[in-house]
């Protein structure tokens, strides 16, 4: 016999079959036997594990823990991080009354639905300083792609088909781009400028009567609160053209800063990032478009209105609607989770947010800016961005062997080579809900594995140790993906 002592137990479910063992007890037979169909239809030599019931709660149980997750692990991730998800509001999002709606029920059956989505819009639109909203869009990319398809409608309803430029700072997310060439505009970047934040020189320079607009993220993606926004928010409005602000992120600012006074016209926030909602797997998710109110025609249906006098919720579409961005209603049980955030924090508990999460982040960023490169040496917001250029250089260690590394220490890796512009960029996001405690050991972690590049390079490049798969060919992977299990895989 195979004793194992690492631990990890590799043995597949058919490898711990035994003949004649079951798992399952059913209950006596209360309605008439039935006879079974001809022999010639029927098979005998299906292969199938036969496992105890123990045996087989056991093997589920630990395939679940072979993979990382939030509730197991520390998950600094950064840019797309999940943040806090209390449970409750998953329990809340899976209530009968509201899991259990049909979108084609008539409205005057979903009035709470309608009126939960209406309280939504009215607290985002609080939240950020905007005048008016749609929960349609599905993903914070979606809401992009909302956004730039409003700008195009806007110019277009004012004769102005020649404004085609989009301008994007080149610490933007990679959505912006891609949404705004979606939508048909021609994408130009803007340099950052020595402080990271946009450069005012190069953006005075590009704009002109072909000027849509400019899609800036704010924090930028350099985890950088821009301290030039309102001359950059002037200087395109100057122009004629729309400001579009990506906050995805928004737990750097919330209830500190409204983007609407900033001068945003166009805004989308995550709520699968800033207002709770699991993410794991890409989805599902909600990116709500909020604007200002010159903006509201074009908005994406439906909407949902409310009469005072007859105390009724209604959905409607705006006259010059870019149309919708997916059926019927957005993503419903997103909506429902944001809600049930917003209304258990309240409005302190929302303050209490921006404040530990810049804290957070901006005391991983001193205790380690004299173990790895910092990039921009300035506080920064939710997030920090180091560089691992110096040990690639010196060690040939990269932020991949790190980041790898990390895993061994029962950390998620950070974000790695994004923003772009930054090499061997390591994005870290602590969140605001993580304890000192907890920030202590993983600023501990680093600066082992720091020691540990420059004592032992070769542990850091076979990286992951400990995990039921080390170190894997992500490019062959990627490129020749072969996503059907069979046993001869293993
Ligand atoms: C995650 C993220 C997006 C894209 O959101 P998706 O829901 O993944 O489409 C856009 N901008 C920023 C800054 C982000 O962090």
């Given at each position: 016999?195979?004793?194992?002592i690492?631990?990890?137990?590799?043995?597949l479910?058919?490898?711990?079959?035994?003949?004649?063992?079951i798992?399952?007890?059913?209950?006596?037979?209360?309605?008439?036997?039935?006879?079974?169909?001809?022999?010639?239809?029927?098979?005998?030599?299906?292969?199938?594990?036969?496992?105890s019931?123990s045996?087989?709660?056991?093997?589920?149980?630990?395939?679940?823990?072979?993979?990382?997750?939030?509730?197991?692990?520390?998950?600094?991730?950064?840019?797309?991080?999940?943040?806090?998800?209390?449970?409750?509001?998953?329990?809340?999002a899976?209530?009968?009354?509201?899991?259990?709606?049909?979108?084609?029920?008539?409205?005057?059956?979903i009035?709470?639905?309608?009126?939960?989505?209406?309280?939504?819009?009215?607290?985002?639109?609080e939240?950020?300083?905007?005048?008016?909203?749609s929960?349609?869009?599905?993903?914070?990319?979606?809401?992009?792609?909302?956004?730039?398809?409003?700008?195009k409608?806007?110019?277009?309803s004012?004769?102005?088909?020649?404004?085609?430029?989009?301008?994007?700072?080149?610490?933007?997310?990679?959505?912006?781009?891609?949404?705004?060439?979606?939508a048909g505009?021609?994408?130009?970047?803007?340099?950052?400028?020595?402080?990271?934040?946009?450069d005012?020189?190069?953006?005075?320079?590009?704009?002109?009567?072909?000027?849509?607009?400019?899609?800036?993220?704010?924090?930028?993606?350099?985890?950088?609160?821009?301290?030039?926004?309102?001359?950059?928010?002037?200087?395109v409005?100057?122009?004629?053209?729309?400001?579009?602000?990506?906050?995805?992120?928004l737990?750097?600012?919330?209830?500190?800063v409204?983007?609407?006074?900033?001068?945003?016209?166009?805004?989308?926030?995550?709520?699968?990032?800033?207002?709770?909602?699991?993410?794991?797997?890409?989805?599902?998710?909600?990116?709500?478009?909020?604007i200002?109110?010159f903006?509201?025609?074009?908005?994406?249906s439906?909407?949902?209105?409310?009469?005072?006098?007859?105390?009724?919720?209604?959905?409607?579409?705006?006259?010059n609607?870019?149309?919708?961005?997916?059926?019927?209603?957005?993503?419903?049980?997103?909506?429902?989770?944001?809600?049930?955030?917003?209304?258990?924090?309240g409005?302190?508990?929302?303050?209490?947010?921006?404040?530990?999460?810049?804290?957070?982040?901006?005391?991983?960023?001193?205790?380690?800016?004299?173990?790895?490169t910092?990039?921009f040496?300035?506080?920064?917001m939710?997030?920090?961005?180091?560089?691992?250029?110096?040990?690639?250089?010196?060690?040939?260690?990269?932020?991949?062997?790190?980041?790898?590394r990390?895993?061994?220490?029962?950390?998620?890796?950070?974000?790695?080579?994004?923003?772009?512009?930054?090499d061997?960029?390591?994005?870290?996001?602590?969140t605001?809900?993580?304890?000192?405690d907890?920030?202590?050991?993983?600023?501990?972690v680093?600066?082992?594995?720091?020691?540990?590049?420059?004592?032992?390079?070769?542990?850091?490049?076979?990286?992951?140790?400990?995990t039921?798969?080390?170190?894997?060919?992500?490019?062959?992977?990627?490129?020749?993906?072969?996503?059907?299990?069979?046993?001869?895989?293993?």
């Open positions: 016999m195979n004793i194992e690492n631990n990890i137990d590799r043995k479910l058919m490898d711990r079959s035994s003949p004649g063992r798992g399952a007890t059913l209950p006596p037979l209360d309605v008439p036997k039935q006879k079974l169909p001809p022999n010639n239809y029927l098979r005998d030599n299906i292969d199938l594990p036969e496992l019931e045996e087989l709660v056991r093997y589920f149980s630990k395939l679940s823990q072979f993979n990382f997750s939030i509730d197991h692990n520390f998950y600094p991730l950064g840019s797309c991080t999940m943040k806090y998800n209390p449970k409750i509001n998953d329990e809340i899976s209530m009968k009354g509201l899991s259990n709606l049909h979108p084609l029920q008539d409205e005057s059956t009035q709470g639905a309608l009126k939960l989505m209406f309280e939504l819009q009215e607290s985002l639109c939240i950020t300083g905007m005048d008016n909203i929960l349609a869009p599905m993903a914070g990319a979606d809401g992009e792609l909302a956004g730039m398809l409003m700008t409608a806007y110019h277009l004012n004769k102005n088909p020649q404004r085609k430029k989009i301008l994007i700072p080149d610490s933007a997310h990679g959505t912006n781009p891609a949404s705004a060439a979606m505009f021609e994408v130009i970047t803007l340099p950052s400028d020595p402080k990271g934040n946009a005012i020189e190069a953006l005075k320079s590009s704009v002109d009567e072909t000027l849509a607009g400019l899609m800036i993220t704010l924090p930028s993606t350099l985890g950088l609160f821009d301290t030039n926004i309102l001359d950059v928010c002037k200087i409005h100057n122009a004629g053209g729309i400001v579009y602000g990506d906050g995805a992120n737990n750097s600012l919330l209830g500190r409204k983007l609407g006074e900033l001068g945003f016209d166009i805004i989308h926030s995550n709520l699968h990032k800033t207002f709770t909602q699991p993410h794991g797997g890409g989805g599902p998710g909600a990116g709500p478009v909020i200002k109110k903006l509201s025609d074009y908005l994406p439906p909407i949902v209105k409310y009469n005072q006098k007859t105390n009724y919720y209604s959905l409607y579409s705006p006259i609607t870019i149309g919708k961005m997916g059926a019927f209603h957005g993503n419903f049980g997103a909506l429902v989770r944001a809600y049930s955030y917003i209304k258990t924090l409005g302190s508990g929302i303050n209490q947010i921006s404040q530990n999460a810049v804290i957070n982040a901006n005391y991983i960023r001193t205790q380690l800016k004299d173990y790895f910092l990039p040496d300035r506080t920064c939710h997030e920090v961005v180091l560089s691992a250029k110096d040990y690639k250089q010196k060690y040939n260690i990269s932020a991949l062997d790190i980041a790898k990390l895993i061994d220490y029962g950390i998620h890796p950070p974000t790695m080579y994004f923003p772009l512009i930054i061997e960029a390591l994005l870290i996001e602590p605001e809900t993580e304890s000192k907890t920030l202590d050991y993983f600023i501990e680093m600066k082992t594995i720091s020691k540990e590049a420059k004592d032992n390079p070769e542990l850091l490049h076979n990286a992951p140790h400990n039921p798969n080390t170190r894997v060919d992500e490019a062959l992977a990627a490129r020749n993906p072969n996503l059907r299990w069979t046993s001869s895989n293993i």
